[in-house]
């Protein structure tokens, strides 16, 4: 059970309550966030946020991962990932960690040559 923030419109004239798409895709990302908090995991703005840090698209990132960039699109989108991809992505977000990814996918494409 979580506790998340929810929005709505409402008519200024009648006061009742007004829907659109885009504030349910809204509502679905703060319920899904509030979530991926209670369980420890990147919420869909951390995950932009560290693509962002890495000057990645959502296309670079998956390819760095190696998943599917339909699979980083519905992170960001609000799905929740897994624990091993959660902690791959936030590898990314440390600065250590992705100079030594980076070192380490370099040395395998050149043994490669």
Known sequence: ?????SYHLVCKKCGAWL???EIERENDISIYNAY?????LLTTYEIKEIRAKRGMSQRQLA???DIGEK????????SVQTR????MIR???DDTAFKCMCDCLNKNQNSKK
């Open 1 to 5: 059970e979580v506790q998340a923030p």
């Open 19 to 21: 829907s659109s798409n």
């Open 36 to 40: 991926k908090k209670k369980v420890g």
């Open 63 to 65: 390819k760095f991962l």
């Open 71 to 78: 699979d980083i699109t519905r992170y960001e989108n609000g």
């Open 84 to 87: 091993s991809i959660d902690n």
């Open 91 to 93: 590898l990314v977000g």
